[in-house]
């Protein structure tokens, strides 16, 4: 699913990613932990195609079978839209559309018909328990309802992987630990992978196989 060899990446001058060697399989959900500054974000980042590694020897990005590396822009902004989910610590949700038109949004970019749309989106929030809450604007709903709200987002193109960043940082520790048991049931029921970066230790420790970073390096 994923294959990364010799990643680098500099900012600045600061050598932040010093080499990262990295194989993700389907349906698996990967932690990565690590101390602030580590370069865990950096790493999803790249992983995610939302940030370009540094040339290097022998460098390589292989994600669902697809190069990255040799894509142009285009391409790659195509390639993330149709194959990679994203959540993060702030929902990133809009305020002035609902839940559903929220969900929809990566299907428009994608170039969907709403009428096919719209009724996938109201079957993922179903499925993640929001059908009182589909007309609702974010304002409106709760850390936790939110949060799920930016996963059905996050699933609406049937993504090969979801990437998130911190999802339950932002969140209590009871909607946090229903969040965690929501990511466990999307690989079990849908073969869902993910790759996750996260301070909390006990989402860590849930994971399939967690990937500590320290100064650069897995």
């Given amino acids: 699913m994923i294959q990364a060899r010799n990643i680098h990446n500099y ?9 990262v060697d990295l194989h993700i399989k389907k349906g698996e959900i990967v932690s990565i932990v690590g101390a602030s500054g580590a370069g865990k974000t950096t790493l999803l ?10 040339k290097s020897e022998g460098i390589e990005l292989i994600i669902n079978n697809k190069d990255v590396l040799k894509m142009n822009d285009k391409a790659i902004s ?24 929220n969900v929809c949004i990566p299907a428009y970019i994608a170039g969907r018909k709403k009428s096919e749309t719209e009724p996938e989106a109201e079957k993922l929030l179903n499925y993640l328990g929001l059908s009182e809450r589909i007309h609702h604007k974010p304002n409106e709903l709760s850390g936790g309802e939110q949060q799920r709200v930016a996963v059905a987002r996050a699933l609406i193109n049937k993504p090969a992987i979801i990437f998130a960043d911190e999802p339950s940082g932002n969140l209590d520790t009871a909607s946090a630990e229903n969040l965690h048991q929501l990511f466990f049931k999307l690989r079990d029921e ?11 230790e006990d ?3 849930m994971a399939d196989r967690k990937l500590i970073m320290v100064d650069g390096l897995i």
């Fill in 45 to 54: 980042q790249i992983l995610g195609t939302l940030d370009q590694p540094t």
């Fill in 78 to 101: 195509q390639f993330r839209n149709l194959n990679l989910g994203f959540i993060f610590q702030f929902h990133q949700l809009l305020p002035e559309f609902s839940a559903l038109e």
């Fill in 11 to 19: 900012y600045n001058q600061l050598h932040v990613l010093k080499g």
């Fill in 190 to 200: 849908l073969g869902q992978t993910f790759v996750i970066v996260t301070h909390n």
């Fill in 203 to 205: 989402l860590a420790n």
